[in-house]
Nanobody, 119 residues
């Protein structure tokens, strides 16, 4: 199994923005659904967004308007706007279960990318 690779995290002040990237083999980015999750130390992983192979995005209601998921041939992106201290977490991406059954690549957890938001 080979995970996707997350990048783009960093430290910002509240109200700031970051753009996270999730990269992997082109056929996976183009043909599979991709999910973003986040995790705070000691807590379970929280789903934050998904995008289908066709590019249809979904979000939990409480993140709509601040998080935007998109994709191109190279990567899936998660734009984080108006960041709040509660958004501080490690962010991970992974293929959506059942959308990429022809490969094991992308269906395991990677190293993640850290987002830290200060008040």
């Amino acid at each position: 199994q080979r995970p996707l690779v997350e990048s783009g995290g960093g430290s910002v002040q509240a109200g700031g923005s970051l753009r996270l990237s999730c990269t992997g083999p082109g056929p996976i980015i183009m043909n599979c659904g991709i999910d973003w999750f986040r995790q705070v130390d000691g807590s379970g992983r929280e789903w934050v967004s998904s995008i289908t192979a066709a590019g249809t995005p979904t979000y939990p209601n409480y993140l709509k308007g601040r998080f935007t998921i998109s994709k191109d041939k190279l990567a899936v992106y998660l734009q984080l706007d108006n960041l709040k201290p509660d958004d501080t977490a490690m962010y991970y991406c992974k293929t959506t279960p059942g959308t990429c059954s022809w490969t094991d690549t992308g269906n395991s957890w990677g190293r993640g990318t850290q987002v830290t938001v200060s008040s």
